[in-house]
């Protein structure tokens, strides 16, 4: 009788393919009242909102959809910027005009040569502007950062200038056509237990019409990205059709809420979002609700805490939330050196978003097998695993800037 006794914290991590245990996914077509979604139509007016809620209600707490009253400083033009191949440009949002300390730094880069207005990926960053490029222009983000190259005690330091140049490709996607724009995560709320206390949820939350417990840290970052949209929308340069997210890990988990929330997003990129973003959560492999929400226990709504060991109990699972992105494009991309994001696990989620995106006649990944490295796979949602280790790569993007270009178009 018996086997091995676990500890609660081993019980908490698998990472062993033979020891996932059975589940079963809910059937994102079934609606309350126990019927199938068989249009589109029905998708959106009642199915579509309804799985909307439950994620607010159950993973990444309420979205707040009273408007601010935003205004926007351009701080810094460059026309000459990569050798006159882009014009760079820092803007700083404010984000509501009553305070003026709730501010966002975009930086972005768009081509010289585009003909109008650009297709435009959005990213958040981990490490602040001057992390994503080697630009004394740039400045270093006084703001509370993660454990990373060239931070010191929490805070950035010269050493992080370009940082993650490796990660922002910015001259390739400037001389594909593309604009980029990014900014800091930390900026609306520090990723630490206790970052509410002085973000965007505390500060604003008379504004916004919710108390910081309603919401999340990811709810927050994802808010922040549809706020950088609100800006791209009415620059000239920026075709406000074609915002194209990107995020990397935790930062992908809030592109994919962000694209969930805001149907402006022209498609969405998950970059080994793994748990709590593409991941299935009731697939019992690499990181789980459990070590999740006891190790970053700000990053979903208080209730996401109470299925840690209880997953059956979930009314949703990842794939659902990919669906909220239907029917624009997706892309699910993980690392056969991140096990701790669950490759398969994105890729079955992914897989399994497929009815919803063939309401609209579009083909997703079909019934494609899981598929090996560097064999990206899928139309309408596409997948790969590369090798390598959790990072973003020049492999990564260069299929992302496919994928942009058979669904995009350059002016
Ligand atoms: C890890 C976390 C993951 C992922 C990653 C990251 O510590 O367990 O969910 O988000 O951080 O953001 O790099």
């Known amino acids: 009788l018996g086997g091995p006794v676990l500890t609660a914290q081993q019980k908490e991590v698998n990472l062993s393919e033979a020891n996932v245990p059975a589940y079963t996914l809910p059937d994102p077509l079934r609606m309350a009242n126990g019927k199938t979604v068989t249009t589109a139509k029905q998708w959106r007016e009642v199915q579509r909102p309804y799985i909307y809620h439950l994620f ?9 959809r009273t408007r601010t009253q935003m205004t926007y400083k351009t701080t810094h033009t460059d026309v000459q910027a990569l050798d006159g191949l882009a014009t760079c440009k820092q803007v700083t949002l404010y984000l509501e005009q009553a305070d003026t300390s709730a ?42 950062t993660v454990t990373g190259p060239g931070i010191v005690d929490h805070r950035a330091t010269a050493a992080s200038r370009g940082s993650q140049a490796s ?11 593309y604009g980029l724009a ?45 706020r950088a949209l609100d800006y791209l929308q009415q620059d000239p340069a920026v075709d406000p059709r074609q915002v194209i997210l ?24 998950s970059n080994e979002s793994g748990e709590g973003g593409a991941a299935l959560s009731k697939r019992w492999y690499g990181e789980t609700v459990a070590v999740i929400t006891r190790v970053f226990p700000h990053w979903f709504s208080p209730v996401y805490k109470t299925y840690a060991h209880n997953t059956d109990a979930l009314p949703v699972d990842q794939h659902m939330l990919l669906a909220l992105i239907a029917p624009r494009p997706l892309y699910v991309a993980s690392a056969a050196g991140d096990q701790w994001s669950d490759p398969k696990g994105e890729f079955l989620s992914a897989k399994n978003a497929e009815p919803v995106y063939r309401l609209f006649g579009k083909r997703g990944l079909g019934n494609a097998g899981f598929p090996s490295v560097q064999r990206p796979t899928g139309e309408f949602v596409r997948y790969h695993i590369r090798s390598g280790k959790h990072d973003v790569t020049a492999y990564d993007w260069e299929q992302y800037l496919q994928f942009a270009g058979k669904h995009c178009s350059l002016p």
């Not at 910081?212 to 922040?224: K, L, Q, T, Y």
Request: hydrophobic share 40%; glycine share 10%.
């Open 167 to 177: 990660q922002w490709p910015v001259r390739d996607i400037v001389s594909r056509g």
């Open 103 to 144: 501010q966002l730094h975009l930086l972005l880069y768009l081509p010289n040569k585009a003909r109008g207005r650009v297709p435009l990926f959005l990213g958040m960053n981990f490490y602040g502007n001057q992390s994503v490029i080697n630009d004394p222009s740039i400045p270093i983000t006084p703001g509370y």
């Open 56 to 64: 607010e209600t159950n993973v990444y707490g309420r979205f707040p």
């Open 246 to 269: 990107i995020g990397h890990s935790r930062l992908g988990k809030a592109a994919l809420w962000a694209g969930a929330s805001d149907p402006r997003f022209a498609m969405v990129i």
């Open 182 to 226: 990014t900014f800091f995560y930390g900026e609306v709320e520090a990723d630490k237990a206790d970052g509410w206390e002085t973000g965007i949820r505390s500060r604003l939350k008379d504004v916004l019409h919710i108390q910081p417990h309603e919401w999340s840290a990811m709810g927050v970052w994802a808010w922040a990205l549809c």
